[in-house]
């Protein structure tokens, strides 16, 4: 296996609202994909996504998360949608440096004895804004910007397993 680590966005990556920060907590579950803030906003997650993200932990991939939000509701909908058990270390934060979030990250695992090389790294994003600061900071990670590299969350099964 070429690749250790998928880091996955939330916002427009995972789920269909663009900013869950600025949703007025708590959300409440409407059905397995489908979470609502307490005025009524919508959160969805997007087709698949559960599924995918499974099949690429039981492939034995290690799923992470790097996110510019407040952890709160991040860390809400994804207990809300199940998801959570699925993520090692996420890192929510309400900044946008995912550089030092995905740094974080492999030290997290490093010290586990879990060794990741940068080139062992996915990184799936709806913006490419942060990609300058990670390939100077981190290294060559592969980017996946969603959306335009991969039509939809199988087309990550296509490529990975
Ligand atoms: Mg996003």
Known sequence: MRYKLIVFDCDLTLWDHPDVSSLKLPFRLLNEDEAVDS???????????REVLRTLKDSGYILSIASW?????VF???????LRGLFTYPQVEPHPDK??????LLRRLREDGIEVKPHEVVYVDDRDIHLPKILEEIGPVRFLRMWRDIK???DLLRLFR
């Open 39 to 49: 005025e009524g906003e919508v959160v969805r997650l997007y087709k698949g996504v």
């Open 69 to 73: 939000n407040k952890p709160e509701p």
């Open 76 to 82: 809400q909908l994804l207990d809300l949608f199940k």
């Open 99 to 104: 550089a030092k979030m995905i740094r974080r």
């Open 152 to 154: 939809d969350h199988e």
